[in-house]
C-alpha cells in the first residue's frame, strides 16, 4: 500500500520561503512520476509542479517557475517542494501524488494521471 503523508507548510509572509515535505512509503519509486498540486479556496486543484523518480525532467506551472524547486532524496525516499518569494495568492492547501503508469520523459501535469495522494498541508502567505 503506497502512502504519502505531506508536511512542512505554516503560516509565512511574503516574500519568506517553505519546505514541503513528502515521504513515501510502501515501495521504492525509481519508476514513478511525482507531483505537487493545490488547491485554494473555491478553487478547482491545480498542478504546481512535477518531476520523474529516476531521471532529471521536471516540470512547473508556469506561476511558480523560477520561484519552486521540485527534488527528491533517494536515500530518504522522500520528495520535496522548495518555495521561495511567496505570495499570497500561493495560499492553499499543497497535496503530493504519485503516478505509477505514466511513461512519458516529463511528468503529467494533469491531476487525473495520479493514482496516489497525500491527505494535503495548508500554506498561507500573509500579504
Known amino acids: 500500500q503506497v502512502q504519502l503523508v505531506e508536511s512542512g507548510g505554516g503560516l509565512v509572509q511574503a516574500g519568506g520561503s517553505l519546505r514541503l515535505s513528502c515521504p513515501a512509503s510502501g515501495r521504492t519509486f525509481s519508476d514513478y512520476a511525482m507531483g505537487w498540486f493545490r488547491q485554494a479556496p473555491g478553487k478547482q486543484r491545480e498542478f504546481v509542479a512535477a518531476m520523474r523518480w529516476n531521471v532529471r525532467s521536471t516540470h512547473y506551472a508556469d506561476s511558480v517557475k523560477g520561484r519552486f524547486t521540485i527534488y527528491r532524496d533517494n536515500a530518504k525516499n522522500t520528495m520535496y517542494l522548495q518555495m521561495n518569494s511567496l505570495k499570497h495568492e500561493d495560499t492553499a492547501v499543497y497535496y503530493c501524488?504519485?503516478?505509477?503508469?505514466?511513461?512519458?520523459?516529463?511528468?503529467?501535469?494533469?491531476?487525473?494521471?495520479?493514482?496516489?495522494w497525500g491527505q494535503g498541508t495548508q500554506v498561507t502567505v500573509s500579504s
Open positions: 501524488a504519485a503516478d505509477k503508469t505514466s511513461t512519458t520523459y516529463y511528468p503529467p501535469n494533469s491531476a487525473t494521471e495520479y493514482d496516489y
